[in-house]
């Protein structure tokens, strides 16, 4: 454990941080789990809608560190293409 005070302040902000970054990915993770799952349905205007806020979800995770801006760019483009594959199945 830490000795000095401030080594206790960090090993305090590091908790509170690893917190905040653990809500932020579990938030991100539910999104793209609820997107996979509408996609698998078939359903694409519901596939559609969830697709809107996770990517807002994914660009909110790059501004806030929990992603890197690259990682977050491969996901929407392959969510993008399975939804445009469903779109144009269903049509």
């Keep these: 454990m830490a000795n000095h005070v401030s080594s206790l302040k960090r090993a305090k ?3 509170a941080k690893t917190a905040v ?20 349905k078939g359903d694409a205007n519901a596939a559609k809608e969830q697709y809107r806020s996770t990517v807002s979800i994914l660009d909110k ?31």
């Design 21 to 40: 970054n653990r809500s932020n990915r579990s938030k991100l993770r539910g999104s793209l789990r609820l997107l996979r799952e509408a996609l698998v």
């Design 61 to 91: 995770a790059v501004q806030k560190g929990v992603l890197h801006d690259n990682t977050a760019s491969r996901y929407k483009s392959r969510l993008n293409a399975r939804l445009k594959a469903l779109a144009t199945k269903a049509a």
């Design 13 to 15: 902000q590091t908790l």
